[in-house]
């Protein structure tokens, strides 16, 4: 079956948006974020496992896995640190966190700053970049996991990931906000995330098997209001957060995972055949803010700076506070970052590493 999923890039590039509007001081937007962490995950490990349903798990097949996965995210990463520092220098009072730590420059080029319980660490330097540290752990223990999920079969599947889910809610349970914060940003407590993208691969599999024995198209009626029934769901989690407060030990992680579980199995089960939600997923501006999602997630900080000291005093605003009264400023820089940044860097460098150094 196709692993491209269209509607999965467009929820990718709202998701995006969502974020980078939270950090620019947009607070309504907590929940999607937080929501998009879980997504991104989800559908990372989902699609990984539909790539590679059976990969041999050999050394040399391994290594090779996680050399190309890792190609993919560091020279980015470097980048936005190249940036980050440019900036730092040019503009004396500017103090990025961990600016001056060894430790956290050893971390973050090695992209292991995410086990680090210190605050100061893991968010240091280019401090959205925890979750790239959390998703090469993914990508690493993915093909192990997954091979151990196979041998177990299905059923056995299902109760790994209620298991790795109740450990992860009793760790959370007693804890106070800095240190559900280093749990959230630790990789290992994304483990569920992994098992459970797997499981629902499964699901996927077993979905497209059936739907070849019948050729019937289903009406985009029907596709549209079950759709809809994905969004509610989602939906209900964030007013779940906003009116309840039993709910938020696991607010950073386990509330947001039934709801992007189902609508990541709507998007893949109707593949082909979207509703009008889905359809408008497919619109030109989603699926190019999809596409570009790595780039706008990474490049934020470098938009925050650049149009905090070249941009805002041009408009006859200064200071880190106006992006919650000029959020569109930040999108005058972002965007045309981030489209120079993929096609003159990003692409570019990829095709180079995947052609000569890594092969299958």
């Not at 959205?128 to 151990?148: E, I, M, N, Q, T």
């Amino acid at each position: 079956m196709t692993t491209t999923v269209r509607t999965i890039t467009g929820w990718r590039g709202v998701l995006a948006v969502g974020i980078v509007g939270f950090h620019s001081g947009v607070s309504w937007l907590w929940e999607l974020t937080f929501a998009g962490v879980s997504f991104f995950m989800l559908s990372s490990a989902l699609l990984l496992t539909l790539r590679h349903p059976s990969r041999a798990l050999t050394t040399h097949c391994y290594a090779n896995a996680l050399a190309r996965r890792a190609s993919k995210l560091l020279p980015l990463h470097w980048l936005a640190i190249v940036l980050l520092a440019g900036l730092q220098w040019a503009f004396a009072d500017i103090h990025l966190m961990g600016w001056d730590s060894v430790e956290a420059w050893l971390l973050n080029l090695t992209l292991l700053q995410a086990w680090s319980p210190v605050h100061e660490v893991h968010f240091s330097l280019n401090s959205v970049s925890w979750f790239l540290s959390a998703l090469l752990f993914c990508y690493a223990v993915h093909p192990l996991l997954h091979w151990l999920l196979r041998q177990l079969g299905s059923a056995w599947q299902w109760v790994i990931v209620l298991a790795l889910a109740v450990v992860l809610a009793m760790v959370l349970a007693p804890l106070d906000v800095p240190s559900r914060e280093a749990v959230h940003v630790c990789p290992l407590s994304h483990l569920v995330d992994v098992a459970l993208g797997i499981a629902l691969a499964g699901i996927v599999t077993g979905c497209a098997g059936r739907s070849l024995e019948v050729s019937i198209s289903p009406s985009m009626a029907r596709v549209t209001l079950i759709e809809v029934g994905a969004m509610v769901l989602l939906a209900g989690a964030m007013v779940l957060h906003r009116l309840t407060d039993w709910v938020t030990p696991w607010e950073d992680n386990l509330l947001w995972m039934p709801a992007n579980a189902v609508l990541l199995l709507v998007m893949m089960t109707h593949n082909g055949h979207e509703g009008l939600l889905g359809r408008l997923l497919l619109t030109p501006p989603l699926q190019w803010l999809g596409r570009h999602c790595m780039e706008l997630y990474l490049l934020q900080n470098v938009a925050f700076l650049s149009c905090n000291y070249l941009l805002a005093p041009v408009l006859g605003h200064f200071g880190f506070l106006c992006y919650d009264k000029l959020v569109w400023m930040v999108w005058i820089v972002l965007l045309p970052l981030a489209w120079l940044t993929r096609h003159y860097f990003t692409i570019p460098v990829n095709r180079w590493l995947q052609s000569r150094l890594w092969t299958e």
